[in-house]
């Protein structure tokens, strides 16, 4: 086993011991981003590094290792809430933090834990696998809900792949959970590029942005770059609504996956004291349409993120590509103004959100001009006669190597149709009904021969998964409704 597998392990068996208290994993996973950074904050300021101190005397790592018993649990409440304060790092990592593990003993004997292993003596990759291993543990416990923070690692990586982020760039995801597009588009450039001094700096404090609506999640992202050598004094992670305005920065990159659920709402209190759900649009001037459709609205906050001629990789679940209304003039606007090139159809069992029929779009953002940019549409299907499932048959890396060749990354203006890969021309998309581009070909084995159905866990899971998209879709009509 190695170092960082063996790591994961210990943290995660003492997180059954503290989950029979009541404590869930992503409050766990929560407390120990506190805890390791105090260490690590303490870490620094002695040899070799001998660094300024960035927690205040106090509150620091070595003032938790004098207490015990009630006065430990009653100055880490303390520490968490005055470093919740801090404009810069400790502010992002500390806000609003709370102590979940009530038990003095088990919060001492975490702090031993974490005491025992030196973490800044463990290689960059190491610790960042460690949280990794934690964050994904995390999401997989299905009752926690963070999996919809959590790309699968094998897409996010063919995505970075095919789209080639180089040093001197800059990358942005407008929805950004835990880091992993904003750590792939790192590590690419780390092994693919030989860096020099400035090169190497600027790829940690000035190359990678990110936002999240999620105090908690913020948190979570912020630790897991800290810990992959990303970021500095002023983290890159911005919390708050991407949606609510345009931040007036644009980058070369967008990389992408937006949460789930279509509608964007508020819960408010009405005059009789009931809380209530009113659905936010948002007026904004670079949007060519208003929708409480969160998946339009951020396709449309991805272009304007763009530099002109910067390109997008974003994943968006099947409405937005044949909605009527809003997605038709979205689509429109998008296929006119901007070259959207690559299409690819998501199989379904990949992501921990169940229910979700989802594609990776590709474009580039292009400046004005009378005639459209898009000219052909390339459509991978992944997802015709396909079956994963996130236990069983997760999707791997090998299942996206076909996708990679037929993109063409080196030139993808030199693409060859296979049985999977079929191109479309701006005409053809332009005068399909809605400017629907929900475009597949192939058979689907099952609905062909009886001998060739999908085994039965298989089957139950589909069934499941149209049962709850279409409970979701009635919940829409019932709020509208209502």
């Known amino acids: 086993m190695n170092e960082s597998a063996s790591i994961v392990q210990k943290l995660w068996n003492y997180c059954h011991v503290l989950r029979d208290e009541g404590i869930s994993y992503g409050d766990y996973v929560e407390q120990l981003t506190y805890l390791l950074f105090l260490k690590m904050a303490d870490e620094q300021t002695r040899p070799p590094f001998k660094k300024d101190p960035i927690v205040p005397e106090g509150l620091d790592w070595a003032s938790l290792l004098e ?195 279509k509608k964007s709402s508020i819960t408010i209190i ?40 910067g390109g997008a990789a974003i994943v968006i679940p099947d409405n937005v590509l044949f909605e009527g209304g809003a997605g038709e003039m979205v689509r429109r606007k998008l296929l006119h103004e901007c070259d959207v090139h690559t299409l690819l159809r998501l199989p379904t069992g990949i992501f921990y959100a169940q229910g979700v029929k989802a594609n990776v779009l590709f474009f580039d953002k292009k400046p004005a001009s009378e005639t459209p940019w898009t000219e052909k549409l390339w459509v991978y299907d992944l997802r015709t006669n396909q079956h994963f499932t996130l236990k069983q048959n997760p999707m791997r890396a090998e299942h996206l190597k076909d996708f990679i060749e037929c993109y063409n990354p080196e030139n993808r203006h030199d693409r060859e149709e296979t049985e ?7 005409d053809e998309l332009i005068q399909r009904d809605k400017t629907s581009l929900d475009l597949f070909w192939l058979k689907d084995e099952s609905l062909e021969d009886s001998d060739n159905l999908p085994d039965p866990d298989v089957l139950a899971r589909d069934i499941t998964e149209s049962l709850e998209a279409a409970l979701e879709q009635f919940e829409e009509i019932y709020e509208d409704l209502g």
């Open 270 to 309: 009405n005059g009789e004291g009931k809380a209530e759900k009113e659905q936010l649009t948002y007026e904004r001037e670079d949007f060519w349409a208003t929708s409480s459709n969160k998946q339009l609205n951020f396709l449309q906050h991805v272009r304007t993120l763009l530099k002109i001629n």
């Open 67 to 261: 207490k015990d018993g009630d006065a430990l649990e009653v100055h880490y409440r303390h520490i968490l809430e005055n470093l919740g304060k801090d404009n810069g790092l400790l502010g992002v990592i500390f806000k609003k933090a709370q102590n979940r593990i009530q038990d003095p003993a088990k919060l001492r004997r975490l702090i031993e834990m974490i005491n025992a292993e030196t973490w800044l003596g463990l290689d960059v990759d190491v610790k960042g696998d460690i949280y990794e291993g934690l964050l994904q543990k995390n999401a997989e416990d299905v009752k926690s809900g963070a999996g919809q923070y959590f790309t699968p690692r094998p897409l996010i990586n063919a995505m970075v792949e095919v789209m080639q982020p180089s040093p001197g760039m800059t990358v942005c995801d407008p929805a950004c959970g835990t880091g992993g597009f904003l750590l792939s588009a790192h590590s690419y450039i780390s092994s693919n590029y030989r860096l020099d001094k400035e090169q190497k700096k600027a790829l940690k404090h000035d190359t990678f942005y990110g936002m999240d609506i999620v105090d908690s999640v913020a948190r979570l992202c912020v630790m897991n770059l800290y810990l992959h050598g990303i970021g500095g004094d002023k983290p890159p992670i911005d919390v708050r609504d991407a949606l609510a305005s345009d931040p007036g920065d644009r980058y070369d990159m967008v990389l992408t996956n937006p949460p789930f659920g």
């Open 420 to 426: 999977k890969f079929k191109s479309f021309d701006y």
